[in-house]
């Protein structure tokens, strides 16, 4: 069962709160959510995450009160289509896990009691879904993989991590596709070039389609550098 519910966030935006049995069906219910919001009118943007949606609106156009009375009467209406299934498509991403592209992996590797070996393999075992983007700019991030318990942050965030990088924290992991600070353990990189800022979108993923993680010697790094994602 799914119950949705919105609240006000400052003069031009409300927010949805998703609940339900499980976290998988709380997040599709979610995106099945925006997609339908981002046909209202006067809505600006809409944000998905893994069980709530935030929904900016055009002020001089509408009121909050309108605006979450017509999320409110979608919710009733449309219920049953919040758990459609989303569409999805797969991504093969190559990385090199560890040394001087996984710096974090051996700590990593004490703190688990797991090689880095087993690390590198539980990440890329199984391809994992993209439940929402982040910042900067279109970073997929992805529940899972199975480990045996969740990833530590760092206890000092780091002013600067390259783009590529592969990284952990919690149950989650993340593909950072610009440069910037960061908290998340940093496990490996990838060559790819994972944006074009002169395309729309500047990112080829959405929530719901899936990475597929491959491992890569450093001796292939070369052969990868600079190419493009693309779906299978």
Known sequence: MIVASTHSYGEGAIYVDVHGDDEDTVWRATHRLAERVRNLPDVLNVVPTYSTAFIEFDLARTDRQSVQSSVDALI??????????????????????????????????????????????????RPLRIRCLAGPVGGPMMAGPDLQQPVPRQKSPRAFVKSGAVLLAGRQSFLKTMAGPGGWQIIGHTPLKLIDLTADPLVPWVPGDEIQFIPIEESEWTAWEGARPHAD
């Open 76 to 125: 009733s209406d449309d219920a049953d289509h919040m758990l459609d299934a989303l569409e999805s498509r797969r991504f093969k991403i190559p990385v090199v896990y560890g040394g001087d592209r996984g710096e974090d992996l051996p700590a990593l590797s004490r703190t688990l009691g797991m090689s880095e070996q087993d690390i590198a393999m539980a990440h890329s075992r």
